[in-house]
């Protein structure tokens, strides 16, 4: 009989549901335990109601940790460090090493905080998973694969084109670019710069074999920071662009470099936070000699129609899709949203590489060069230059760098001349 896992979830918000849904359909590893600041209870009533183990609510990460085989750090952006730091003082003082780790995107808001996470893993001696559902989504996979005797005829891939977008975030914190670590750039496009560079790659090559060479990026405020807008974020969450502005769209280019034949390819991301259609929308798109691949996650095989009577009836515009912003009309509807974006196979990845005692597919030192790309796009679009990522000078500025959007300085950056539309 295989080893059946118990996972710690450090952290209750949207995240922690959004996989604990994913894992209902991973059989061999348990949500078994929760501990954050606010919305355990729930989310262990939720587990237990829907798994085949209690899940309970521990006070402390030592205490998830002493009962868990698994810990995700699944919390907020600006205590993953603090909360991995507790891990390792717990699992040295119960001298009780985890299974495995595991960190949801970003590792880190900055290189420094990455590179620390990476630094506090191998201290304890973990295999790690990065957790970058895109990369693990089903069409993907399917499609790489379908792709696989075309590109040894043809060659790889060289242009990948995509974006995330839906109409913002959930919570305040993700609005707050000195807490979050930016605005959409850093919230949404790792996901998509990393789930292109996949694209990319040569079929049978690692994850990192293509090199980045360069990076342009541009990073702007384009509906939020208008008065109207700015009102409604501002009552709704609490959040002030007129003071601590973060970036709503963010677009770039990644040339990657193929170390053994110096052929040059592109990958061209575009995420946004005023995306008002169905809800959230994850476009992906790669370009061969010869061929093509294309996915678009608002595609399905299922949709309703709800006219104006029907909705008065209708409470949760969600119910159909992630960040829906209507509850009436002809909608899109995907009936398996954590399988359709990849959260169940990052969960299989995971269960399956630490019980065999190793890396998921994508660790945490990939998860640094995540990091890594994305603090480059900002100091690209400070600088208002394409970076060359292969001078040592800048990749030395990279490792202490903090954007200005994050250090609630957005306004030189975001607004013309500084100042703030009334």
């Known amino acids: 009989m295989k080893e059946i896992l118990r996972l710690g979830s450090m952290g209750a918000g949207f995240v922690a549901n959004f996989q604990q849904a994913a894992n209902q359909l991973v059989p061999g590893l348990e949500f078994g335990g929760v501990h954050a600041l606010k919305g355990a209870e729930q989310l262990a009533a939720k587990a237990t109601a829907t798994g085949e183990i209690d899940c309970v609510v521990y006070k402390s990460v030592a205490d998830l940790v002493e009962h868990c085989d698994v810990i995700a750090n699944f919390a907020p952006n600006p205590f993953r460090v603090e909360l991995m730091e507790q891990v390792v003082d717990a699992a040295t003082r119960l001298g009780k090493k985890p299974k495995g780790l595991i960190c949801e995107k970003p590792l880190g808001r900055t290189i420094t905080e990455a590179r620390r996470m990476v630094e506090l893993a191998k201290t304890l001696g973990c295999p790690t998973s990065y957790f970058e559902n895109q990369i693990h989504m089903k069409a993907i996979k399917a499609g790489l694969k379908g792709l696989a005797r075309v590109q040894g005829k043809m060659g790889p891939l060289v242009l990948a084109r995509g974006g995330e977008e839906h109409s913002g975030p959930h919570?305040?914190?993700?609005?707050?670019?000195?807490?979050?670590?930016?605005?959409?750039l850093s919230d949404m496009a790792c996901h998509t710069i990393a789930v292109l560079w996949r694209l990319l790659t040569p079929?049978?090559?690692?994850?990192?074999?293509?090199?980045?060479?360069?990076?342009?990026?541009?990073?702007?405020?384009?509906?939020?920071?208008?008065?109207?807008y700015r009102a409604q974020l501002l009552k709704r969450m609490g959040v002030d662009y007129a003071l601590v502005p973060a970036e709503d769209f963010a677009t770039g280019l990644v040339t990657f470099e193929n170390p053994e034949t110096r052929q040059r390819v592109v990958a061209q991301f575009a995420t946004s936070w005023m995306y008002d259609k169905q809800g959230l929308r994850l476009s992906m798109e790669g370009m061969g000699p010869g061929y093509a691949l294309?996915?678009?996650?608002?595609?399905?095989?299922?949709?309703?129609?709800?006219g104006d009577a029907a909705a008065e009836a209708v409470t949760d515009a969600e119910g159909a899709l992630e960040k829906s912003t209507a509850s009436r009309g002809l909608l899109a509807v995907q009936p398996n949203e954590p399988d359709l974006y990849g959260y169940v196979d990052e969960q299989v990845d995971a269960r399956d590489?630490?019980?065999?005692?190793?890396?998921?597919?994508?660790?945490?030192?990939?998860?640094?060069?995540?990091?890594?790309?994305?603090?480059?796009?900002?100091?690209?679009?400070?600088?208002?230059?394409?970076?060359?990522?292969?001078?040592?000078?800048?990749?030395?500025?990279?490792?202490?760098?903090?954007?200005?959007?994050?250090?609630?300085?957005?306004?030189?950056?975001?607004?013309?001349?500084?100042?703030?539309?009334?």
Request: net charge negative.
């Open 353 to 422: 590489a630490f019980r065999e005692g190793h890396d998921g597919l994508l660790n945490w030192e990939y998860g640094l060069e995540i990091t890594r790309l994305c603090q480059a796009a900002y100091m690209a679009a400070e600088k208002r230059q394409t970076l060359d990522l292969t001078d040592p000078a800048v990749q030395t500025a990279l490792e202490t760098y903090r954007s200005l959007i994050s250090q609630g300085k957005g306004h030189s950056v975001l607004y013309p001349d500084g100042k703030v539309p009334e």
């Open 171 to 184: 919570e305040g914190w993700f609005w707050d670019a000195t807490r979050q670590g930016g605005g959409v």
């Open 294 to 306: 294309e996915v678009n996650s608002l595609r399905s095989s299922l949709e309703v129609f709800i």
């Open 203 to 228: 079929v049978g090559k690692d994850l990192r074999f293509l090199r980045p060479v360069s990076i342009g990026a541009d990073t702007l405020l384009l509906k939020w920071g208008q008065p109207k």
